[in-house]
């Protein structure tokens, strides 16, 4: 699987934000990646050294559009967590 595919966007939320001061990283990934794929995708595309990383499939809400009633994308999220003495200079704003 292509590097670039497997991570589709940073998540930039207030919880998101807070974990960083942790080490750790929210990415919205693909559907089908695994663990050691996501892991391996940001080691080589941020060139950080990842300890370890949790995924979780965010479901979709329940939305209503005038007289439809519907849900929206249900999506993949990963945690990912790095060294201590490491950042990720796409989230710093560097």
């Given at each position: 699987?292509?590097?670039?595919?497997?991570?589709?966007?940073?998540?930039?939320?207030?919880?998101?934000?807070?974990?960083?001061?942790?080490?750790?990283?929210?990415?919205?990934?693909?559907?089908?990646?695994?663990?050691?794929?996501?892991?391996?995708?940001?080691?080589?595309?941020?060139?950080?050294?990842?300890?370890?990383?949790?995924?979780?499939?965010?479901?979709?809400?329940?939305?209503?559009?005038?007289?439809?009633?519907?849900?929206?994308?249900?999506?993949?999220?990963?945690i990912v967590r790095i060294r201590k003495d490491e950042k990720i200079s796409l989230f710093?704003?560097?």
């Amino acid at each position: 699987m292509i590097y670039e595919k497997i991570l589709i966007e940073p998540v930039l939320s207030e919880k998101a934000n807070s974990m960083r001061e942790e080490g750790k990283y929210v990415f919205k990934v693909d559907p089908s990646a695994n663990k050691t794929q996501v892991k391996e995708a940001v080691r080589r595309l941020f060139n950080v050294h990842p300890v370890s990383c949790t995924i979780m499939v965010v479901g979709g809400k329940p939305k209503r559009q005038r007289y439809k009633a519907g849900y929206t994308a249900t999506w993949k999220k990963a945690i990912v967590r790095i060294r201590k003495d490491e950042k990720i200079s796409l989230f710093e704003g560097v």
